[in-house]
C-alpha cells in the first residue's frame, strides 16, 4: 500500500477512535454521573429507568449534535479557506452567521415562537439564507463571483448585522432579551428529533460532496491561473463551493445558534498534522470538528453544574488557547507546513 495513503488511514483511524471514547466519556459525564460499566447495560435492560431517559433523551442527542454541527463548520471552514487563500476566514467571515441570528432575533421580537419550536431555526435558515443572496449578487460582476469582493461584502454585512441585533436588544423587552442572549452563544440542547436528523444528514452530504472537490480545491491554492491551466472550470467550482460552505453554516446556525471558533481553528489544526492536501484534510478536520465540539459541550454542561454555560463561550477559550500553544510550539506559518 502507498506509504501516504497508509499514512492518512492511520490518521482517520486514529480521529475515529478518539471520537468514540470523547463520545462515551460524555455519556458518563453530567450532573447525574453513569459510569462506564453501566451504560451497555442500561442501554439493552434500562429501558423505563431514569438513567436509560438521561442517555437517550439529554445526552445523546447532544453528541450527535455535536458530530452534525462540529463536521459541518469545520468542512465549511477548510473549504472557504482554500478558497479565499486567507488563513483568519471562517464560516462566519461571510456574514451568514449575523444573517441568522438577525432572524432569530426579528423572531422573538414579533413573537414568532407562538407558532411552534420550529419558528426559531427556520427564521435563522431564511435569515442565512437571505445573506447568502445577497453576498453573491453584490460579489458577482459579469457572471464571474470576485473572491476579495465576496469577502469584504461578507465582512460589512456581519457589521451590519451586528449593530442591528445591538438595536433590537436595546429596545427589546426582558423576556425576548434573555432568549436572544442565549441563542446568540450557541448550545447543542435541541430537544427536536427532527432538527437533529436534518444536521446530521446535511453535514454528511456535505462531506461528500466537498471530497469530490477536493482535487479542485488542491488546484485553486495554487493560484486560479494555474487551475484554468490544469482544467479546472474555477468559475463554475467557486460559485458551487460557496454554496455548499454557506448551507452547511446556515444550517448549522439555525440549529444551534453561533457557535464560533471552531470552523477557524480545526482545518488550522489539522493542516500543521496531516499537510495541505484537501483529500485527507476535509476528512480529518471532520472529524476533529465533531470531538472537540463534543468535548467543549461536555465541559459546558459539567464545569457549572447542574448550571450550563454556553458552548460558544467554551469553544472561544479553549480553541483560542489551544491553537495558540501549538501555533508556537510548532513554530507553523497560518495554512503552510
Keep these: 500500500m502507498d506509504r501516504k495513503l497508509s499514512r492518512w488511514l492511520i490518521w482517520i483511524l486514529g480521529l475515529v477512535v478518539i471520537l468514540i471514547t470523547v ?17 451497555i447495560p442500561l442501554i439493552f435492560n434500562g429501558k423505563g429507568t431514569p438513567e436509560y431517559s438521561i442517555l ?9 449534535l455535536g458530530f452534525a454541527i462540529g463536521s459541518a463548520l469545520s468542512i465549511a471552514g477548510v473549504i472557504l479557506q482554500g478558497m479565499f487563500h486567507n488563513p483568519l476566514v471562517e464560516p462566519y467571515t461571510l456574514g451568514i452567521s449575523g444573517g441568522a441570528a438577525l432572524g432569530v432575533c426579528l423572531n422573538f421580537v414579533f413573537r414568532l415562537t407562538r407558532i411552534g419550536v420550529l419558528s426559531i431555526p427556520v427564521s435563522g435558515f431564511l435569515g442565512a439564507i437571505a445573506v447568502i443572496l445577497l453576498v453573491y449578487s453584490l460579489s458577482t460582476r459579469k457572471r464571474r463571483l470576485k473572491i476579495q469582493e465576496l ?7 456581519s457589521f451590519i448585522s451586528s ?19 442565549f441563542w446568540i452563544m450557541g448550545s ?10 436534518i444536521a446530521l444528514l446535511i453535514s454528511i452530504l456535505g462531506l461528500i460532496i466537498s471530497y469530490f472537490f477536493s482535487v479542485d480545491l488542491n488546484a485553486i491554492a495554487l493560484g486560479e491561473e ?13 460559485r458551487l463551493l460557496f454554496v ?9 446556525v439555525s440549529v444551534a445558534g453561533i457557535i464560533g471558533f471552531v470552523g477557524l481553528v480545526i482545518p488550522h489544526f489539522m493542516r500543521m498534522f496531516v499537510g495541505v492536501d484537501h483529500r485527507i484534510l476535509l476528512v480529518t478536520s471532520a472529524f476533529a470538528g465533531a470531538t472537540f ?21 467554551i469553544t472561544g477559550i479553549l480553541g483560542g488557547v489551544i491553537f495558540i500553544y501549538f501555533l508556537y510550539k510548532k513554530q507553523v506559518v497560518l495554512g503552510v507546513k
Aim: charged fraction near 15%.
Design 226 to 238: 494555474e487551475a484554468l491551466h490544469l482544467g479546472i472550470n474555477v468559475e463554475m467550482t467557486k
Design 56 to 64: 437517550f433523551q439529554i445526552r445523546l442527542p447532544r453528541i450527535i
Design 163 to 181: 449593530s442591528l441585533i445591538m438595536l433590537i436588544m436595546a429596545v427589546s423587552r426582558v423576556e425576548n432579551l434573555q432568549g436572544i442572549i
Design 293 to 313: 465540539l463534543i468535548l467543549c459541550d461536555t465541559l459546558s454542561r459539567t464545569i457549572v453544574a447542574p448550571l450550563e454555560l454556553p458552548v460558544g463561550v
Design 151 to 157: 469577502l469584504l461584502t461578507g465582512v460589512m454585512i
Design 23 to 39: 463520545s462515551i466519556f460524555s455519556l458518563s459525564i453530567g450532573a447525574a454521573g453513569i459510569s462506564f460499566k453501566r451504560i
Design 244 to 252: 455548499l460552505a454557506s448551507l452547511l453554516t446556515g444550517c448549522s
Design 188 to 197: 447543542l440542547e435541541q430537544p427536536n428529533w427532527l432538527l437533529i436528523k
